[in-house]
């Protein structure tokens, strides 16, 4: 058994693989201050939960954004199952193409949706990531990461209307009955969510047409990624946990 651990700027999602199959998956926040110890006791009680026997795991593979909290994982895992955990950044040999100017600014997140994606679905393929951030990754159909958009992820989007006027208030994540909205309530969700929706299908139009591609497939993945897809045109389908699936890829690959 496999222990993939992506640590968001939001969330941390934590994974047991067995062979390919996501066997137990569990999320905490990555707002709140974790040390080691409590990490390690959260997981061996949702590992118990689960059925997950801690014996037969394998090795763990780890993806961070969050600097501060990379090293809490990696010693909990040195501690747990008395293994030294392969880390993913831009050094790591992925087989992944890279063309883009600065390489190494490229967060192990998207790094990990790339991989995952073009294994799964080959390319042209454009990744939808509904995060912190919404971000967009190119793949080319060769396989080659190409670049990418970052905009403004929908919950931030909310919190920060909310935050900087000091009369909008804080809103529901959900789609208003219409997209002209009646209050200022609705009025918001329409902007957040109906903006989401045409910013997402016009920049993948957009990507599309200056790639010269005839086709491309989209697909989303992170929390949100649902709530989108059910109104986009573009986005054909959801995959949860790709981040998890490229980082079980990229171990396999480095540990062969």
């Known amino acids: 058994m496999l222990l993939a651990i992506d640590v968001g ?141 970052i905009a403004l992820g929908i919950k931030t989007a909310a919190q920060e209307l909310h935050r900087v006027a000091a009369k909008l208030p804080k809103v529901d994540i959900s789609f208003p009955e219409s997209v002209v909205g009646r209050d200022t309530e609705t009025c918001m969700q329409s902007g957040i969510l109906w903006g989401t929706v045409a910013m997402v299908d016009g920049l993948i139009d957009r990507i599309a047409l200056e790639a010269g591609w005839n086709a491309v497939r989209a697909v989303g993945t992170g929390g949100l990624a649902g709530i989108v897809q059910s109104h986009s045109k573009r986005i054909e389908r959801v995959e949860p946990f790709l981040t998890l699936d490229g980082m079980r890829i990229i171990y396999e690959k480095v540990t062969q």
């Open 9 to 149: 700027n939001s969330e941390t999602v934590l994974g047991v693989f067995r062979g390919e199959e996501l066997a137990a998956h569990w999320r905490l926040s990555s707002t709140s201050p974790r040390t080691t110890d409590e990490v390690r006791i959260l997981f061996r009680q949702w590992a118990a939960e689960a059925n997950v026997v801690l014996s037969d795991m394998r090795g763990c593979v780890i993806s961070s954004v969050v600097p501060s909290l990379t090293g809490v994982f990696v010693e909990m895992a040195r501690q747990a199952f008395s293994t030294e955990p392969v880390i993913i950044d831009s050094e790591t040999e992925t087989g992944l193409v890279v063309r883009i100017d600065s390489p190494r600014t490229l967060g192990a997140d998207r790094i990990c949706n790339a991989v995952a994606g073009f294994a799964r679905f080959g390319g042209p393929l454009i990744v939808v990531d509904f995060g912190t951030a919404t971000t967009f990754d190119v793949i080319s159909e060769r396989g080659e990461y190409l670049g990418g958009v």
